[in-house]
């Protein structure tokens, strides 16, 4: 196993946290959530799933290779 595969499995254990964490923080806020809560929270919890989906996609490119290739083209 190379440093690229381990690199990659770390950036997908990282979007699974990501995951499970915005999906605990979405489920809190929408019991909890009254007419005085912000409006800006709901980026926050988007843009940590946005976070989750660009590491589920450089682990998944590290993990086969295709990232290399791709930097590599440059």
Known sequence: MNSENVMGL???LLAIWQF???GK???EFRT???KG???FSIYGF???LLYAL???GFGTALIFNELTALLSGL
Do not use: D, E, P
Request: glycine content about 4%; cysteine-free; aromatic content about 24%.
């Open 10 to 12: 770390i950036f997908i």
């Open 20 to 22: 499970i964490a915005f």
């Open 25 to 27: 923080a979405f489920k």
């Open 32 to 34: 909890h959530a009254n």
């Open 37 to 39: 809560t912000t409006a």
């Open 46 to 48: 988007w843009s940590g």
């Open 54 to 56: 660009i590491f589920l």
